[in-house]
């Protein structure tokens, strides 16, 4: 009785609000999330040739990282763009935990991908995440921790200016990187272990490879990365 209920209810909401596809405008029938079913099926999906150009080029040579991967190709002012827009500026973090989740189901049919521990969000800077009100990123990672069972760590990375004061601090439990944008809070919770880094959007891999090196350096034993879209040139 409570399902009936509650489907009643649901359908009473969406007959006062009714939904809207974010992409092409429709209104959105039952089953349907912020995606229509058209618009669903014309998602730019990264093709075998994108991905396997991504490593090379995107990424400076490092053993340790072994799998680079992405969900979108990203074009202006196509359906990428608008489903990014959703996420950074419209605080849509329920899309973000969606689009997580369809992206973790093709991750799991890819090779190497079983072998990673945790999933690791890039966080967002503190003024950032305030603004903003969540880490976009850290969405993305909830979706695709149901999708693959792997457990999400959101506390081990984190985004630090360097100054002189904490490196005295707290020198044992930082791992600087070259850049000194990211340290590691918890060396025992990154060694020997599979990291696989989530972002948004892959450009040029700089920050990604930032936090890689900060993983790296804390005793990792291996990169994998994927984000949700990636700007292909
Ligand atoms: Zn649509």
Not at 26 to 49: N, S
Not at 62 to 71: C, G, L, Q, R, Y
Request: with cysteine; hydrophobic share 40%.
């Amino acid at each position: 009785m409570a399902n009936i209920a509650n489907e009643l209810w649901n359908d009473f909401v969406s007959l006062i609000f009714p939904e809207n596809c974010i992409s092409c405008g429709e209104l959105l029938v039952r089953g349907e999330d912020h995606l229509c079913t058209a618009c669903r099926y014309q998602l730019p999906i990264v093709d075998e040739a994108i991905r396997d150009s991504l490593l090379t080029n995107k990424f400076v040579y490092e053993p340790k990282i072994s799998f680079v991967d992405a969900f979108l190709t990203f074009k202006k002012s196509g359906i990428t763009q608008k489903l990014l827009h959703q996420l950074k500026y419209k605080g849509n973090r329920e899309l973000g935990v969606m689009l997580g989740a369809w992206y973790g189901n093709q991750l799991i049919e890819k090779p190497g991908f079983s072998a990673f521990d945790i999933i690791v969000p890039v966080p967002l800077h503190k003024r950032k995440l305030r603004i903003r009100g969540y880490n976009q990123s850290m969405a993305i990672a909830e979706g695709l921790s149901v999708a693959t069972q792997k457990p999400v760590d959101a506390e081990l990375l984190v985004r630090s200016k360097f100054t002189s004061t904490q490196t005295k601090k707290q020198k044992v439990d930082r791992w600087q990187n070259v850049e000194n944008i990211f340290a590691i809070t918890s060396a025992e919770s990154v060694k020997g272990k599979k990291v696989l880094l989530v972002d948004d959007v892959l450009t040029t891999g700089s920050t990604l490879s930032s936090c890689a090196s900060a993983l790296i350096s804390a005793g990792a034993e291996g990169i994998g990365i994927c984000a949700l879209a990636v700007s292909h040139k």
